[in-house]
């Protein structure tokens, strides 16, 4: 029932706990609640994984609170073996609707559609008495080796935050909290406790924060969750430049910060630096925080801050409750259906090769284990007991009931009767592989050691190819695989992990009923060795640098020119689409404009179908390195045969900015930027360009020490400096452009260039008060952080 009490009870409330009441208001009851207190009617609040589905595991929340046993409880499942199979993974986790993996779904590029999901899993959370949800994760996907990258969105922060802010809204708007997870850079599961994520701060601004304040900016997420790693040799859970200058102080988040399961080493810094949840409750770190406390080690007030920011969740939660609630799992089935059907991703279809005729098709040949017993998710916390399970084969016997269908292993390619089954499927109309990276290796706790398919499978592929190019390959995967066969095969699908009704959902795409429409969240690499952090991935002697700093994913193969797979952005369909007359409303902007761009897009096939639109800036004249494009606005849009649609999309300049830590800023690039719509990132089909208006920075922070030379590369600062030494040298106009030039030729520092002509005249400290001038006027003053 709702919890009422108001901002000043609550105040008052605090005030009257006693020190150990307040510590277990900040600490776990057992793995998954929150601490009641039956003296002040506090109540408690439930929690549980994940980020896909709802794990509700009965052992861990309805049995025995025994803290050795719920360890135990929790690590089976974090380090279960799917390859398998789920039986058993799971415990008696009572069945819950297995939605499409982050890799499958943002595929959809398509927010609407996650608002969708985070309902039904507000509905299904509310059906088991949950009130927050530990999810979405939004970690960027730096390399396609991450164990987490099923769980994830994108190698792109815009595109993952815009889905996430989504998923958290449908989740919120029916009474369920979402936690908002990894903060932040827990982009490998390799010692992911101990490793230490090296990010400059550029990079770690612009790449791995940026989608997490895009989503806590547009949907307010009552929760967020620090990450297990270090960031900079600080832990995550104790970084209080992380949890509460940028956090707190620069995105104004106000929810609770709740630590990952087991995340925190030390409590009383980790509440100093603003994680208000320890999470799940753990004795030896409680009594620390106490003793912390009572040595004034801990001031009262931080911990009175934790306690009310603790309460107003409690609250949140208990309004929201949902007390009869209406949940029905085949709808949600038909809804994981549809999403996976509109998130799979057509790579390839050689002359047509899909959609079939189910109707005239005489026989298929299945190849491939997982044809029947699908993978559709991956391995650890997030892992889901479904509630139906569509087989493939199943499924495509439903639509094509007067086709001879056959079905082999991959093990009967190998055997004495190879030559056999190679004979029948050479025979055969079109050759169904389904084929599946390793499971139970990958996931949470372990990352992929390569990017190829399952020992065997490759050779397979090839195998099949020779003797019938009417071979078309469904992939079961957590991200890229490589692809040596790709010219030997004429079509190949992407389903990722997508969900318990990705059986149904490729059964559609197949016989046509479903025209593909899911476009690449990642960049599809040639081979291993061309992925940006390939060089320092994963990090030795317990630290990991990110050598690539902002060039990560298309990012890193645009500026090295670098030729993929397939491209950021790309993906096939049934049809096909024209780009036209492309506008954009003003042709100048400024740090606080909003512009729509416009495009026609006309279906010129004979399908119906949908488009992803997506718009790319490239500044002409950047101040610091920068990618290429970078993704700035997307749209998705139905298009009947023939048909054309005016798309708008409308794009924020605060996004089109970089970070400079020598001011501590973001800041806009001035002059010339191009507008790229475009299919993919590496198919641009209009372009117009805009000119944005700021007032032109110095190339760097002056100081004292830097060259003389950068002193004059801006006019305007060359304007000033020249006053400058007009005024305290007594200088004529000539002799100031004289002095000018001297500076402008000259690789010593400024103070030295300076203080060679003109002695003491002008001392270090009255230099220093000018260039802190210039640096504010032209600088800080300008540009409020984000």
Not at 54 to 81: C, H, K, M, T, W
Not at 629 to 649: D, M, N, S, W, Y
Request: glycine share 8%.
């Amino acid at each position: 029932m709702a919890w009422n009490i108001t901002d000043q009870e609550i105040d008052a409330l605090v005030s009257k706990l006693s020190l150990s009441a307040k510590i277990d208001l900040v600490s776990g009851n057992g793995l998954w609640r929150t601490s009641p207190n039956y003296t002040h009617n506090i109540p408690e609040i439930l929690m549980t994984d994940g980020t896909y589905g709802v794990r509700y595991s009965v052992e861990q929340i309805d049995g025995p609170q025994d803290r050795a046993e719920q360890l135990s409880a929790f690590l089976s499942v974090v380090n279960a073996d799917l390859s398998r199979g789920v039986e058993g993974a799971f415990g008696s986790s009572r069945p819950a609707t297995c939605f499409p993996n982050g890799c499958c779904y943002a595929c959809s590029w398509d927010p609407e559609l996650a608002y969708d999901l985070g309902t039904a899993l507000a509905a299904e959370c509310a059906h088991f008495g949950v009130n927050v949800l530990l999810g979405p994760g939004i970690n960027i996907r730096r390399t396609p080796l991450g164990g987490r990258s099923y769980e994830y969105f994108s190698e792109d922060p815009f595109l993952t935050g815009e889905i996430a802010a989504e998923l958290i809204k449908g989740m919120q708007d029916n009474g369920v909290g979402a936690s908002l997870k990894h903060l932040a850079c827990n982009n490998s599961e390799i010692h992911r406790t101990t490793m230490s994520s090296e990010v400059e701060e550029r990079a770690l601004r612009e790449i791995y924060l940026s989608a997490f304040e895009r989503a806590i900016r547009k949907a307010e997420p009552w929760t967020v969750m620090s990450s297990y790693n270090l960031i900079n040799g600080v832990q995550a859970a104790e970084n209080k430049w992380l949890l509460t200058d940028v956090l707190r102080d620069e995105w104004r988040f106000d929810g609770v910060v709740i630590s990952d399961w087991h995340g925190i080493k030390d409590r009383p810094a980790s509440l100093l630096a603003g994680n208000c949840l320890d999470m799940p409750e753990s004795a030896p770190r409680k009594e620390d925080l106490r003793l912390a406390v009572e040595a004034g080690e801990v001031p009262m007030d931080d911990l009175d801050g934790a306690c009310v920011r603790m309460l107003h969740l409690v609250r949140k939660a208990h309004a929201s409750h949902i007390t009869e609630p209406q949940t029905n799992f085949e709808a949600h089935h038909e809804l994981s259906r549809r999403i996976a059907a509109e998130s799979i991703v057509l790579l390839k279809n050689e002359n047509d090769l899909l959609p079939l005729n189910m109707d005239a098709i005489g026989s298929i040949a299945i190849v491939g284990e997982t044809a029947r017993a699908p993978i559709y998710q991956g391995s650890g916390c997030a892992t889901t007991s479904p509630t139906f399970e569509d087989n493939p084969v199943n499924e495509i016997i439903k639509l094509a009931p007067n086709a001879n269908v056959t079905t082999y292993d991959i093990a009967d390619l190998q055997g004495d009767s190879a030559e056999d089954v190679l004979n029948t499927l050479s025979a055969a109309d079109v050759v169904l592989f389904f084929g599946n990276t390793e499971v139970g290796v990958d996931g949470e706790g372990a990352d992929r050691a390569h990017l190829n398919l399952l020992d065997g499978q490759d050779a397979a592929v090839s195998q099949i190819a020779a003797r019938n190019p009417n071979l078309a390959v469904i992939i079961a995967t957590p991200d890229a695989v490589v692809m040596p066969w790709i010219d030997e095969v004429g079509a190949v699908l992407m389903p990722f992990y997508g969900g318990q009704g990705v059986g149904n959902a490729i059964a559609q795409i197949l016989s046509g009923a479903q025209n593909p429409c899911g476009k690449l969240t990642v960049t599809f690499p040639e081979k291993l060795e061309d992925v940006p952090g390939f060089l320092s991935y994963p990090g030795e002697n317990h630290r990991h640098v990110y050598a690539e700093g902002l060039f990560v994913g298309y990012r890193g193969y645009d500026i090295r020119k670098t030729e993929t797979l397939f491209p950021f952005g790309f993906g096939l369909s049934y049809t096909s689409y024209s780009y036209a007359n492309v506008t954009c409303d003003t042709d100048r902007i400024t740090e606080d404009s909003t512009f729509t761009i416009k495009v026609d897009v006309t279906n010129t096939g004979s399908r119906a179908g949908k488009e992803i639109v997506q718009v790319y800036v490239r500044p002409h004249t950047p101040r610091l390195s920068r990618p290429v494009r970078e993704l700035k606005g997307f749209a998705k849009v139905a298009l009947e045969p023939g048909e054309t649609k005016e798309i708008q999309i409308t794009i924020e300049a605060r996004d089109l900015r970089y970070y400079d830590p020598a001011f501590g800023e973001w800041f806009l690039d001035v002059g010339p930027m191009s507008i790229e719509v475009g299919a993919s990132s590496r198919d641009i089909r209009q372009t117009l360009e805009i000119t944005a208006e700021a007032r032109p920075l110095p190339a760097t922070r002056l100081d004292i020490n830097n060259e003389a030379s950068q002193i004059v590369e801006n006019p305007e600062i060359r304007s000033a400096f020249g006053n400058f030494l007009k005024s305290r040298l007594d200088l004529t106009d000539a002799e100031t452009e004289q002095m000018l030039d001297y500076c402008g030729g000259s690789f010593l520092n400024l103070y030295d260039t300076v203080s060679w002509v003109a002695g003491e005249k002008i001392s270090k400290a009255e230099m220093t008060s000018f260039l802190d001038q210039i640096n504010s006027e032209f600088g800080a003053a300008r540009n409020p952080a984000s």
